[in-house]
Protein backbone atom coordinates (compact mmCIF):
# COMPACT_ATOMS: atom_id res chain seq x y z
CA UNK A 1 0.00 0.00 0.00
CA UNK A 2 2.77 2.63 0.60
CA UNK A 3 4.88 2.02 -2.36
CA UNK A 4 1.26 2.53 -4.22
CA UNK A 5 0.61 5.78 -2.71
CA UNK A 6 3.78 7.16 -3.19
CA UNK A 7 4.11 6.08 -6.73
CA UNK A 8 0.75 7.69 -6.99
CA UNK A 9 2.33 10.97 -5.19
CA UNK A 10 5.17 10.67 -7.83
CA UNK A 11 3.07 10.72 -10.89
CA UNK A 12 0.96 13.16 -9.98
CA UNK A 13 3.56 15.54 -9.22
CA UNK A 14 5.08 15.17 -12.82
CA UNK A 15 2.44 14.55 -15.11
CA UNK A 16 1.88 17.96 -15.83
CA UNK A 17 5.81 18.40 -16.81
CA UNK A 18 5.44 14.99 -18.78
CA UNK A 19 2.51 16.35 -20.68
CA UNK A 20 4.57 19.48 -21.90
CA UNK A 21 1.41 21.63 -20.52
CA UNK A 22 1.98 25.25 -19.79
CA UNK A 23 0.94 25.47 -16.39
CA UNK A 24 3.08 27.43 -14.53
CA UNK A 25 4.46 24.61 -11.65
CA UNK A 26 6.65 25.89 -8.77
CA UNK A 27 10.35 24.43 -9.15
CA UNK A 28 10.14 20.35 -7.95
CA UNK A 29 13.52 18.44 -7.17
CA UNK A 30 13.89 15.09 -6.29
CA UNK A 31 16.46 13.45 -4.33
CA UNK A 32 17.68 9.94 -3.74
CA UNK A 33 20.36 9.32 -0.67
CA UNK A 34 21.33 7.14 1.90
CA UNK A 35 21.08 7.90 5.95
CA UNK A 36 21.89 5.96 9.30
CA UNK A 37 19.41 6.62 11.96
CA UNK A 38 20.13 6.14 15.25
CA UNK A 39 17.22 5.55 18.21
CA UNK A 40 18.87 6.99 21.30
CA UNK A 41 21.30 3.72 21.14
CA UNK A 42 24.80 3.50 20.30
CA UNK A 43 24.40 2.85 16.64
CA UNK A 44 22.66 3.52 13.54
CA UNK A 45 20.68 1.54 11.48
CA UNK A 46 21.58 2.16 7.78
CA UNK A 47 18.17 3.67 5.79
CA UNK A 48 17.31 4.78 2.42
CA UNK A 49 15.57 8.53 1.84
CA UNK A 50 13.58 9.62 -0.84
CA UNK A 51 12.94 13.69 -0.26
CA UNK A 52 10.94 15.65 -3.12
CA UNK A 53 11.16 20.03 -2.32
CA UNK A 54 8.38 21.96 -4.17
CA UNK A 55 8.95 25.85 -4.42
CA UNK A 56 11.70 27.38 -2.28
CA UNK A 57 10.16 26.22 0.90
CA UNK A 58 8.32 23.15 1.14
CA UNK A 59 9.30 19.58 1.33
CA UNK A 60 8.46 15.99 1.96
CA UNK A 61 10.91 13.34 2.81
CA UNK A 62 10.15 9.51 3.81
CA UNK A 63 13.17 7.34 5.31
CA UNK A 64 13.06 3.58 5.33
CA UNK A 65 15.26 1.41 7.28
CA UNK A 66 14.70 -1.67 9.54
CA UNK A 67 17.15 -4.83 10.73
CA UNK A 68 17.16 -8.59 10.85
CA UNK A 69 18.47 -9.89 14.62
CA UNK A 70 18.17 -13.69 14.54
CA UNK A 71 14.18 -13.66 14.68
CA UNK A 72 13.83 -10.70 15.55
CA UNK A 73 12.85 -7.85 12.60
CA UNK A 74 12.34 -4.27 12.90
CA UNK A 75 11.19 -2.47 10.29
CA UNK A 76 10.78 1.34 10.28
CA UNK A 77 9.47 4.11 8.26
CA UNK A 78 9.74 8.47 8.94
CA UNK A 79 7.67 10.36 6.68
CA UNK A 80 8.43 14.15 7.38
CA UNK A 81 6.86 17.08 6.17
CA UNK A 82 7.67 21.35 6.36
CA UNK A 83 9.69 23.95 5.85
CA UNK A 84 13.11 24.51 5.26
CA UNK A 85 15.06 28.21 4.46
CA UNK A 86 18.63 29.27 3.69
CA UNK A 87 20.45 30.65 6.74
CA UNK A 88 21.33 33.93 6.96
CA UNK A 89 24.87 34.75 5.49
CA UNK A 90 25.57 30.74 4.92
CA UNK A 91 23.93 30.04 1.41
CA UNK A 92 24.38 26.71 0.87
CA UNK A 93 22.94 25.60 4.45
CA UNK A 94 19.23 25.12 5.24
CA UNK A 95 17.79 25.03 8.57
CA UNK A 96 14.41 22.39 8.52
CA UNK A 97 11.71 21.69 10.54
CA UNK A 98 8.25 20.55 10.61
CA UNK A 99 6.12 17.32 11.32
CA UNK A 100 7.16 13.71 11.13
CA UNK A 101 5.22 10.40 11.46
CA UNK A 102 6.85 7.27 12.55
CA UNK A 103 5.19 3.76 11.63
CA UNK A 104 7.65 1.43 13.89
CA UNK A 105 7.14 -2.65 13.55
CA UNK A 106 9.08 -4.89 15.73
CA UNK A 107 8.14 -8.91 15.59
CA UNK A 108 9.52 -11.92 16.59
CA UNK A 109 9.37 -15.23 15.04
CA UNK A 110 10.06 -18.78 15.05
CA UNK A 111 13.18 -19.05 12.76
CA UNK A 112 15.48 -16.57 11.54
CA UNK A 113 14.63 -17.94 8.02
CA UNK A 114 12.15 -16.08 5.74
CA UNK A 115 9.95 -18.64 3.89
CA UNK A 116 9.38 -18.25 0.01
CA UNK A 117 6.01 -17.87 0.81
CA UNK A 118 5.98 -15.10 3.37
CA UNK A 119 3.86 -17.29 5.22
CA UNK A 120 5.93 -17.31 8.58
CA UNK A 121 3.69 -15.08 11.34
CA UNK A 122 5.55 -13.33 14.16
CA UNK A 123 4.84 -15.46 17.54
CA UNK A 124 4.81 -11.73 19.26
CA UNK A 125 4.81 -8.33 16.86
CA UNK A 126 4.47 -4.75 18.24
CA UNK A 127 3.33 -1.87 15.29
CA UNK A 128 3.16 1.73 16.85
CA UNK A 129 2.79 4.81 15.47
CA UNK A 130 3.69 8.04 16.25
CA UNK A 131 3.52 11.86 15.48
CA UNK A 132 6.03 14.36 16.45
CA UNK A 133 8.18 17.19 15.15
CA UNK A 134 11.78 17.33 12.93
CA UNK A 135 14.36 19.56 13.37
CA UNK A 136 17.11 19.63 11.02
CA UNK A 137 20.27 21.25 8.86
CA UNK A 138 21.35 20.70 5.16
CA UNK A 139 24.37 21.19 3.38
CA UNK A 140 24.52 21.92 -0.13
CA UNK A 141 27.91 20.39 -1.11
CA UNK A 142 27.36 20.65 -4.69
CA UNK A 143 25.14 22.64 -7.58
CA UNK A 144 26.03 21.94 -11.25
CA UNK A 145 23.02 22.86 -13.67
CA UNK A 146 20.12 20.49 -12.23
CA UNK A 147 21.87 18.38 -10.13
CA UNK A 148 22.21 18.78 -6.55
CA UNK A 149 24.36 16.72 -3.76
CA UNK A 150 23.91 17.49 -0.03
CA UNK A 151 24.43 16.08 4.08
CA UNK A 152 22.31 16.65 6.39
CA UNK A 153 21.35 16.19 10.18
CA UNK A 154 17.82 15.51 11.10
CA UNK A 155 16.18 15.04 14.49
CA UNK A 156 13.02 13.86 15.43
CA UNK A 157 11.48 14.01 18.60
CA UNK A 158 8.68 12.51 19.78
CA UNK A 159 6.33 12.33 22.77
CA UNK A 160 6.62 8.94 24.46
CA UNK A 161 4.05 7.47 27.31
CA UNK A 162 3.20 9.68 29.42
CA UNK A 163 5.10 12.68 28.08
CA UNK A 164 2.36 15.51 29.14
CA UNK A 165 3.00 14.36 33.27
CA UNK A 166 6.70 13.45 32.41
CA UNK A 167 8.07 15.44 29.99
CA UNK A 168 9.85 12.25 28.19
CA UNK A 169 10.62 11.99 24.98
CA UNK A 170 11.73 9.54 22.34
CA UNK A 171 14.05 10.48 19.70
CA UNK A 172 15.59 9.45 16.06
CA UNK A 173 18.62 11.21 14.95
CA UNK A 174 19.50 10.55 10.90
CA UNK A 175 22.61 11.85 8.89
CA UNK A 176 22.23 11.58 5.44
CA UNK A 177 23.91 11.98 2.26
CA UNK A 178 21.75 12.92 -1.55
CA UNK A 179 22.12 13.73 -4.68
CA UNK A 180 19.02 15.32 -6.66
CA UNK A 181 17.94 16.80 -10.03
CA UNK A 182 15.49 19.99 -9.70
CA UNK A 183 13.07 20.31 -12.69
Given at each position: ???????????????P??????????????????????????????????????????????????????????????????????????D????????????????????????????????????N???????????????K?????????E?????????????????????????????
Amino acid sequence: MKRCTLGAYLIIALLPWASGNAVALPSQSYELGVAGVSGGDDHADPAGLVRVAIGSSHYGQMLLYGADFGPVRARNVLISGGFHHALKGLDRVEMQFGLTLMDEYIGIYNSTRKRADNTDQPKISEHNFNIGGMLGLRLNLMQKSRYTANLGWESHLFLAGSAAIYLVTGVKQAWYASVGVSI
